[in-house]
């Protein structure tokens, strides 16, 4: 069979992109990315919990998390706390449909979380209007907020007070920003589990 050089640059472009994004986003995240890591293992180690939230790919993103952290990341340890606001279908759908679909994760905020909690706001763009939410609430609860977002950051960028942060990964292009969130998160369930284990 013949190989199509067009296929093969393609994908060749879509390797080097990635990695120049990972690249980037090495230099300027890292510091934040270990406040971020320190802040969520304070959280989980005092019992508390992480909520996380976000549509779409980024939805698929919060359910990795969580699994990470009640099930294992890579070593045996005890389970953490965390819920995806993304999972139970009665919620979402009851709460869309009586209210819209900007507070599916508001409301579930409101009813779950706790001082101490963090919510873990998950948006490529920064400007999914149901996170936003999610995070005016999680600010009224003294909830702190990590977010994970691309391009400016958004509209989410502006809601992040001194005690939140704003992982930001410096790319335009949604599947960079995501392959970046999924190494991310990576980083935060080693973090917790190095802080945890050793």
């Not at 270990?34 to 304070?42: D, L, R, S, W």
């Not at 549509?55 to 045996?76: C, I, T």
Request: glycine share 10%.
């Amino acid at each position: 069979m013949q190989m199509n050089t067009n296929l093969i640059s393609r994908v060749t472009n879509h390797f080097e992109e990635s990695i120049s994004t990972k690249q980037k986003s090495k230099d300027v995240l890292t510091a934040d990315l270990a406040k971020a890591i320190e802040m969520m293992f304070q959280c989980v180690n005092s019992g508390a919990k992480i909520l996380a939230c976000g549509n779409g790919g980024s939805a698929a993103d919060a359910q990795h998390f969580a699994a990470e952290l009640v099930g294992r990341f890579e070593r045996e340890r005890k389970e953490l706390g965390a819920i995806a606001l993304t999972t139970d279908s009665s919620i979402l759908t009851a709460v869309g449909n009586d209210y819209g679909y900007d507070e599916i994760f508001s409301k579930q905020v409101s009813a779950l979380g706790k001082t101490g909690d963090v919510l873990l706001a998950i948006s490529t763009s920064g400007n999914s209007k149901n996170v936003i939410k999610a995070i005016e609430v999680a600010k009224t609860k003294g909830i702190k907020v990590i977010a994970l977002t691309g391009k400016d950051g958004g509209a989410m960028a502006k809601l992040m007070g001194p005690e939140d942060l704003n992982l930001c990964v410096p790319a335009d292009r949604t599947a960079r920003i995501q392959e970046t969130h999924l190494l991310i998160l990576h980083c935060l369930c080693d973090g917790i589990d190095y802080l945890l284990l050793g």
